[in-house]
């Protein structure tokens, strides 16, 4: 009996590891957050999520969900398209994995490094904006564009693009040929099959990679960091100040509060991810 009860365990062993990294770096996180939110000098307190309705910090909440959405939509777009280009051409082509591998760096080239070489671009002494004042009489290098909402939405899409291109080519790859046959041999036009049939099959996918996009977004912060240096637009710049701020008084765990708003956006954005990738994995196989 023994011997069976471990040979049954034995498949499950090589989970732990996953298990104890889970458990040290998202559960233990989460349930600290949890409780610091809704605690105060050692004692249950509301005083933390009372500052959440703030207008200060509901402008920054605005101001994160709007640059995620943008970015969001910006990166499913040019993305989805950038993937059906890829599906066109040849499933083992070169293209498809010179796309790919690139895709798959740039998609995690982010944090400071990503920042510096905006801000070495087009910032005020950068390469591009230097030259374009010089030559096309633009006014980059006296401008701070870069270095407000408007910087986070452009630089967030570098890395938004690419990784929606290798969300959304799985789905794109499920779209079988014999479908289009068979669409044609019923006498449907390019569009009415687009229309009828490619369209809302891909929907689901779609929806879901914004989704990610978002959420991929909202979650940032050393970009973001990096490039604003003067107040807190976006909801991770306002934990950052709460937690290195030494005027936040009453509120010691007010950065607890503001993580779990974000645990509690990111978790239901990613709960409408999970169930449109179950409807898209009906028909992708």
Do not use: H
């Not at 458990?23 to 249950?44: C, K, Y």
């Amino acid at each position: 009996m023994a011997r069976t009860r471990l040979a049954r365990l034995r498949p499950a062993l090589g989970v732990v590891p996953f298990g104890v990294y889970l458990l040290i770096f998202l559960v233990v996180p989460t349930v600290t957050v949890v409780i610091g939110a809704f605690a105060e000098d050692g004692r249950p307190s509301l005083t933390n999520l009372a500052g959440l309705v703030e207008p200060s910090v509901l402008t920054a909440l605005l101001n994160s969900v709007l640059v995620s959405a943008v970015t969001a939509v910006i990166g499913g777009v040019v993305g989805a398209l950038v993937a059906y280009a890829v599906v066109t051409g040849r499933p083992d082509g070169a293209l498809r994995r010179l796309v790919t591998s690139v895709c798959g760096v740039l998609a995690q080239f982010g944090g400071v490094t990503l920042a510096f070489a905006f801000i070495a671009t087009l910032g005020i002494s950068g390469v591009v904006s230097t030259w374009l004042d010089a030559n096309l009489g633009t006014s980059l290098t006296s401008s701070v564009w870069l270095f407000g909402l408007k910087g986070l939405v452009l630089v967030y899409a570098y890395f938004q693009i690419p990784l929606m291109v290798i969300v959304f080519l799985p789905a794109l790859d499920g779209v079988r040929v014999q479908w289009r046959e068979a669409a044609s041999n019923l006498g449907a036009t390019t569009w009415q099959y687009w229309r009828l049939v490619g369209l809302p099959l891909l929907t689901p996918a779609f929806l879901g990679s914004l989704l990610l996009l978002f959420a991929n977004s909202f979650a940032a912060y050393a970009t973001a960091a990096a490039l604003v240096s003067q107040g807190s637009p976006i909801i991770p710049l306002w934990i950052r100040s709460a937690l290195t701020s030494e005027v936040v008084l009453g509120r010691q765990n007010f950065a607890y509060a503001l993580a779990l708003e974000m645990i509690v956006i990111v978790a239901v954005v990613m709960a409408g991810y999970s169930l449109l990738v179950r409807r898209t994995a009906r028909w992708v196989r």
